[in-house]
C-alpha cells in the first residue's frame, strides 16, 4: 500500500488537543490561503466539507481538477485512492488526506499479487481497470476507467479483443449488457451499492408512483433495473436537475443529495433503502471518517501525506494518462454548485 505519512520531526496535533473554541471556517480559511492549498472534495462527503471546498466532482472531474490545478498543496476529501490519483497525475504538489484509514471495499477486494495473478491468466485481455482500486493495481493494467468515462473508453478498445475488468462486477456487467463487449469480471463489490434492495426500491416506487429512479452502476442488476438513469454521480446530479420530474429516488451513497437540495430546493430526493427499510446503508463509513477537524489538522501537521515511490507512480500514471487521454470528449464538469 502507498504510504501516508507523517513528516519527520513534526509534532503532529491530534483531534483531542485542538482548542474547542477554535474557528475551524476560519482556521481552515487562513491555512488554505497561507498553504496556498486547494480543497478537492468528492460528492460522498458531508456537505459541510463539500460547502468548503475549492471543487466538488465525481472522479473524473476531481482527477481532471487535480491534474490541472497550480495549487502547491492539495488537500483531496474523499478516500484514500483518489488523494494517490492526485499524487500520481501531480507529483510536484504535496498532497495531503484527511484521514489516512479512509479506504475503499473495492479496493480492499483487489489485492495486487491477486490481481496479478488474474492478469497472468488471462494474457491476450485488455485489462480495463475501475479507477476505485490502489496504485499498485493501476500499475498493473492497461487502461483506468471511472463510472462517467467507462463506456466511451471501452468503445474505443479493439472490438476484437476480450476485456478483464476489475475490480466491480457490478459496473463490469453493466458494461457488458449494454456494450455486448466479451468481459471477464473481478467478484468486488462497494460495500454501500451492494446492500440496495430492490424489494424496498419497489416499496419506494409504489410510495412515490411519481419519482423517477437514478442509480449509480456500482448497484447490482436488480436495481439498476428500475432505473430510469444510470451514470456517475455527477450524471446522476445533472439528470435530476435537467428532468422536468419533481421527486427522484436516488440509489448512491445519499451524501450527493446534499447538492441537489441546494440546486433544487423545490424538487423531493429520496434515498433508495437496504433490506431493512432503512436508508443508513447509504452512508460510506470510509468518506465518513473525514471531518473538518481532520482538514484542519492535515493543513496544520502537513499529513497525512500520499508518498509513493517514483517508479511505481510512473507505471500508475500510464495507464490513467491513457484514461484522460481518451475521455477528452467525455462532458466537461460544470463549476462546483
Ligand atoms: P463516481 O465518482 O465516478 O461517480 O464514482 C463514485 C465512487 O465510486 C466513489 O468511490
Known amino acids: 500500500m502507498v504510504d501516508t505519512v507523517i513528516l519527520p520531526g513534526a509534532e503532529a496535533l491530534t483531534e483531542q488537543a485542538i482548542d474547542p473554541t477554535l474557528d475551524l471556517h476560519a482556521e481552515i480559511e487562513r491555512l488554505r490561503r497561507e498553504r496556498k492549498a486547494v480543497i478537492l472534495a468528492h460528492y460522498y462527503q458531508d456537505g459541510e466539507i ?23 498543496v492539495i488537500v483531496f476529501c474523499g478516500v484514500r485512492f483518489m488523494g494517490e490519483v492526485a499524487k500520481i497525475v501531480s507529483p510536484q504538489k504535496t498532497v495531503l488526506i484527511p484521514d489516512a484509514e479512509a479506504g475503499c471495499s473495492l479496493e480492499d477486494s483487489c489485492r495486487p499479487e491477486a490481481f496479478k495473478a488474474f492478469r497472468d491468466q488471462h494474457p491476450d485481455h485488455i485489462a480495463l481497470t475501475y479507477i476505485n482500486c490502489s496504485a499498485e493495481v493501476k500499475a498493473l493494467s492497461d487502461v483506468i476507467v471511472t463510472s462517467s468515462n467507462a463506456e466511451a473508453i471501452l468503445a474505443q478498445m479493439p472490438a476484437d479483443k476480450p476485456i478483464l475488468f476489475a475490480p466491480d462486477r457490478h459496473l463490469g456487467s453493466y458494461l457488458a449488457r449494454k456494450t455486448g463487449r466479451d468481459m471477464t469480471l473481478w467478484p468486488g463489490s462497494c460495500i454501500i451499492h451492494e446492500q ?19 442509480a449509480h452502476p456500482e448497484c447490482p442488476e436488480g436495481i439498476l433495473a428500475h432505473a430510469d438513469h444510470v451514470g456517475s454521480t455527477r450524471s446522476i446530479l445533472d439528470f435530476v436537475l435537467a428532468s422536468p420530474a419533481d421527486s427522484f429516488i436516488i440509489a448512491t451513497e445519499q451524501h450527493i443529495i446534499h447538492q441537489m437540495q441546494k440546486a433544487a430546493p423545490h424538487k423531493t430526493f429520496i434515498p433508495a433503502a437496504g433490506a431493512d427499510g432503512s436508508c443508513d446503508c447509504a452512508r460510506c463509513p470510509f468518506m465518513a471518517k473525514n471531518t473538518l477537524e481532520k482538514i484542519y489538522l492535515a493543513l496544520k501537521n502537513d499529513a497525512p501525506r500520499i508518498e509513493m515511490p517514483e517508479a511505481l507512480r510512473q507505471d500508475a500514471l500510464k495507464p490513467l494518462q491513457r484514461m484522460l487521454d481518451l475521455s477528452v470528449n467525455v462532458n466537461v464538469s460544470k463549476p462546483s454548485l
Open 196 to 214: 440496495f434492495s430492490e424489494r424496498e426500491l419497489i416499496k419506494l416506487k409504489t410510495q412515490h408512483p411519481k419519482a423517477l429512479v437514478a
Open 50 to 72: 463539500q460547502d468548503l471546498a475549492d471543487f466538488v466532482g465525481d472522479s473524473l472531474d476531481l482527477s481532471r481538477k487535480a491534474a490541472a490545478t497550480d495549487a502547491e
